[in-house]
DNA sequence: CGTTAAGGTAACCTTTTAGTGACTACGTTA
DNA sequence: TAACGTAGTCACTAAAAGGTTACCTTAACG
């Protein structure tokens, strides 16, 4: 039963509050530059999506591409390592999709005034 | 490609620090009273168990027993629904798996010192 | 000479999460 | 009568995450 035993870190990965929104995103459309991703986004600012985007690239999950030109381009994409996370995303989108509706059927529709936190 | 657009929802239930460890003792001892998992999780308190268990329940993935008696008796297990998140979790394990050696072999062994957070 | 464009960074502030220590209930045992 | 044991809660503090505003760079355009 020890088989789980490495599973938060790959959730480390993908915690962040942008996290989810600008993989889906690069997911979606491919190459992206930084304004495009802004602008899809509309609620990030900069700084997070600056910080959050080096987070992935740390990780290897998105590859930037500095052109060296003014004003400055820059463009965004998952990587190839980045695309074996495909798997990992699907099964935990299947799995969300299934427990949106568990949640349905045992408190109503109205999941997220229910939640206890804090 | 618009089949990842749930996942946020499945990782939000498995975020919180002390989640993965308090569902790796559970799947891993069965069940467990809140003073067993205390101590198999050392450096966890009373209110953030309380708290990430609540949270777990709310969810459906706990199951919390409550014996009428005193001292009080509470056990918790994985739920029969909870089960059902073994395919995402092994999914997440072996790619968390494999990520911890891809960035060993990007960054050497001391992972959690070169990781830009803030 | 002033403005615009794109992709940032720095300093600062707010909100959310996590952690601490004291306290409670109540039947049993010493 | 006092202390023990279990499973919590409450009020409060600390730390982490997220957000806002102002500012930078440098070429081209008017």
Redesign the interface.
């Known amino acids: 039963?020890?088989?789980?035993?490495?599973?938060?870190?790959?959730?480390d990965?993908?915690?962040g509050k942008w996290k989810?929104a600008i993989?889906?995103q690069l997911?979606?459309n491919g190459i992206m530059r930084f304004g495009e991703l802004q602008k899809a986004i509309p609620d990030i600012n900069k700084k997070m999506l600056t910080?959050q985007l080096?987070?992935l690239e740390?990780?290897?999950i998105v590859h930037r591409e500095v052109y060296n030109q003014i004003p400055p381009k820059v463009e965004y994409s998952i990587s190839e390592?980045g695309k074996?996370?495909?798997?990992?995303?699907?099964?935990?989108?299947d799995?969300?999709?299934?427990?949106?509706k568990?949640?349905d059927a045992?408190y109503g529709v109205d999941r997220s005034e229910?939640?206890?936190?804090?």
Request: with cysteine; glycine share 6%; charged share 20%.
């Open positions: 039963m020890k088989e789980y035993c490495k599973f938060e870190s790959a959730l990965i993908l915690v989810p993989l889906l997911i979606s910080q080096r987070e740390h990780n290897n390592y074996g996370l495909s798997t990992v995303l699907k099964a935990l989108n799995w969300g999709t299934a427990h949106m568990h949640m045992l229910s939640e206890p936190k804090g």
